[in-house]
């Protein structure tokens, strides 16, 4: 079920312009760190999806403190580096890719966004990225360089790894 922060979190009504900008946390597997950033609003999911690098983006855990944390609706089903998932602690949803975290206000006709109340350090301690093994510095590298390359400078990649791997295999037979 696709849940736009529209639809969840609406434009402040007491704030008199547009283009707001809002305090949020950012979880951020890859490098596996929570950040406080900031967020220009427009009144849409637009801002969010953007910083979230996706299309769609749904509501995928409320805090007890209002708090809401935003994924990409379609994280799990896309392909993901081993290491781009995360969940929180005590749940049993994961989550691929990045993740938002908004702060909330309930009004008398509904909710509004406001700065997150959470901290980076709150977020840590429940937030779990996958274990780390010995190759893991080695995959973080790797997953980094690879979300810069293009489709082509991957094909190129490719070959160059598919070339290195017959070349081993040769060796190895002699």
């Known amino acids: 079920m696709r849940t736009t922060l529209a639809a969840a979190v609406t434009l402040n009504r007491e704030r008199k312009t547009l283009n707001n900008i809002t305090k949020i946390l950012v979880i951020d ?41 935003f994924v ?57 990225f996958p274990p780390i093994d010995k190759d893991t510095p080695a995959k973080l590298e790797l997953a980094s360089k690879l979300a810069t390359l293009s489709v082509n400078e991957l094909g190129t990649l490719v070959v160059q790894i598919t070339q290195e791997q017959q070349r081993n295999t040769t060796n190895d037979q002699n």
């Open 29 to 69: 597997p890859l490098k596996r760190r929570i950040t406080k950033e900031t967020i220009e609003e427009d009144g849409s999911t637009k801002p969010y999806a953007a910083k979230l690098g996706c299309e769609w983006i749904t509501a995928g855990f409320h805090f007890k403190n209002g708090d809401v944390l």
């Open 72 to 128: 990409d609706d379609e994280g799990l089903i896309k392909k993901q580096p081993s290491l781009n998932y995360f969940h929180i602690t005590n749940t049993e949803q994961v989550f691929a890719g990045r993740g938002i975290i908004v702060g909330t206000r309930e009004t008398s006709e509904d909710l509004v966004n406001t700065d997150v109340k959470s901290t980076e350090l709150e977020v840590a301690l429940k937030v779990q």
